[in-house]
């Protein structure tokens, strides 16, 4: 149980557009998600946690307008990266969790490369 | 301020030998600690955690980690690495469950590697 998926996995998009990433949870319902970013040998840095229903909190430094997050389902978030620049390119990591439960479920991942 | 420092970004142990991974928190009040373990190109899978029960806990794939208070310690170790073993562990601390909190924060990560 407790599987969480991410789609697309891996995406390559020119400099300027727009990219939607999904993260779903789907043996459960996720009262929280949470958006993470990851560079190349580093840790992940929390981006956002969304809840179901609600607008997103950002993380000090993240631009809102530039990482859309919506969260319309219990069991599906999105993160949009809008006008993606090369600097965007990262590993992108969605987690899940259950209110209460204080563990988060993660999904594997999407390599994001902008050219 | 860093509620999470794991000592040492890269160990290396011989196949057999004893696994120990450090973490040591920051927190006021008693946190949640979490052992995560990534492969690469992957998302995090969850090791083991602790939650204010028994502070010897037992995971996955033989790992176990022991909350030491006094310390403010969480280390991870397993008796025997496994060539499979190797990958990137992450310490994570919620550092105020009690307050409805459920952010994680992690630690810098530590690079396991296996020598046959």
């Known amino acids: 149980g407790a599987v969480v998926s991410q789609h697309p996995s891996r995406v390559i998009c020119k400099s300027g557009t727009s990219v939607k990433i999904e993260c779903r949870s789907l043996d459960f319902q996720a009262t929280t998600m949470f958006w993470y970013r990851q560079f190349p040998k580093q840790s992940l840095m929390l981006m956002a946690t969304?809840?179901?229903?609600?607008?997103?909190?950002?993380e000090q430094g993240v631009e809102k307008d530039k990482f859309l997050i919506n969260h319309a389902s219990l069991t599906l978030s999105t993160l949009t990266v809008t006008s993606a620049h090369p600097e965007d390119s990262s590993f992108y990591i969605c987690s899940a969790s259950l209110r209460g439960s204080y563990e988060q479920y993660f999904g594997p991942g999407t390599r994001l490369t902008v050219t | 301020a860093q509620s999470v420092t794991q000592l040492g970004s890269h160990v290396s142990v011989s196949e057999g030998a004893l696994v120990l991974l450090r973490c040591n928190y920051s927190?006021?009040?008693?946190?949640?600690l979490f052992w995560y373990v990534q492969y690469p190109n992957q998302g995090l899978q969850l090791l083991l955690k602790y939650t204010s029960a028994a502070t010897l806990v037992k995971g996955i794939n033989g790992f176990e980690a022991e909350f030491k208070k006094s310390e403010t310690s969480f280390h991870l170790t397993k008796p025997s690495a496994h060539m499979s073993d190797a990958a990137e562990y992450f310490c994570a601390v919620n550092p105020m469950p009690n307050f409805g909190n459920e952010k994680l924060t992690f630690g810098t990560g530590t690079r396991l590697t296996i020598i046959p």
């Open positions: 969304s809840n179901e229903g609600s607008k997103a909190t950002y």
């Open positions: 927190s006021s009040v008693p946190p949640y």
